[in-house]
T-cell receptor, first 113, second 116 residues
Framework: GENVEQHPSTLSVQEGDSAVIKCTYS??????FPWYKQELGKRPQLIID?????GEKKDQRIAVTLNKTAKHFSLHITETQPEDSAVYFC????????????FGTGTRLLVSP | GAVVSQHPSRVICKSGTSVKIECRSL??????MFWYRQFPKQSLMLMAT?????????EQGVEKDKFLINHASLTLSTLTVTSAHPEDSSFYIC????????????FGSGTRLTVV
């Protein structure tokens, strides 16, 4: 089955700096890659997603890139703000079968003022 | 739209008792529901996939006799933790893929289970 690895596990940046979180997936059949932000005790919130027919997607300060050949995808946050501090998860799913969503291990981002 | 309502949000139970968690899709039909467990400071681990009208599919290492899943209708899936023990204390959350959302998923609000 699909396995998603995520790095780093923790990331500390100064306000205004950029943050990059990277994920790799194992199953080449995966074709949907969402990123979630999760506050403590809450449900994951979708912040951006990308599909396998696209290499890059941007939404204001957030961007995601996908390298299908290397089976890598990354989240880029520019001009970070303290309110960006949270745990971020990448995930992957396939279009076929049950379309299970498999999560990465998570990154705790801390943005210091 | 595409809301999954999950109840209860918090539950405390005694060891040895059973607890039922419900997830209901409010404005769409969820033929498939995914159940996750999340321990503190860890990721969401997929436990099982429930399908309306058929048996659930459990991930490797998940005891199907302990975590009973029922998906009796297109809008309701339930997870029952049987003979709960303190090590079952965790955050349980359900998710469904929304038809027509082009791969989008929606999540319940989660259930914090504490077994004492």
């Amino acid at each position: 089955g699909e396995n998603v690895e995520q790095h780093p596990s923790t990331l500390s940046v100064q306000e205004g700096d950029s943050a990059v979180i990277k994920c790799t997936y194992s199953d080449s059949a995966s074709n949907y890659f969402p990123w979630y932000k999760q506050e403590l005790g809450k449900r994951p919130q979708l912040i951006i997603d990308i599909r396998s027919n696209v290499g890059e997607k941007k939404d204001q300060r957030i961007a995601v890139t996908l390298n299908k050949t290397a089976k890598h995808f990354s989240l880029h946050i520019t001009e970070t703000q303290p309110e960006d501090s949270a745990v971020y998860f990448c995930a992957a799913s396939m279009k076929t079968g049950f379309q299970k969503l498999v999560f990465g291990t998570g990154t705790r981002l801390l943005v210091s003022p | 739209g595409a809301v999954v309502s999950q109840h209860p949000s918090r539950v405390i139970c005694k060891s040895g008792t059973s607890v039922k968690i419900e997830c209901r899709s409010l404005d769409f039909q969820a033929t498939t529901m995914f159940w996750y467990r999340q321990f503190p400071k860890q990721s969401l681990m997929l436990m099982a996939t429930s399908n309306e009208g058929s048996k659930a599919t459990y991930e490797q290492g998940v005891e199907k006799d302990k975590f009973l899943i029922n998906h009796a209708s297109l809008t309701l899936s339930t997870l029952t933790v049987t003979s709960a023990h303190p090590e079952d204390s965790s955050f349980y959350i359900c998710s469904a893929r929304v038809p027509g959302w082009n791969y989008g998923y929606t999540f319940g609000s989660g259930t914090r289970l504490t077994v004492v």
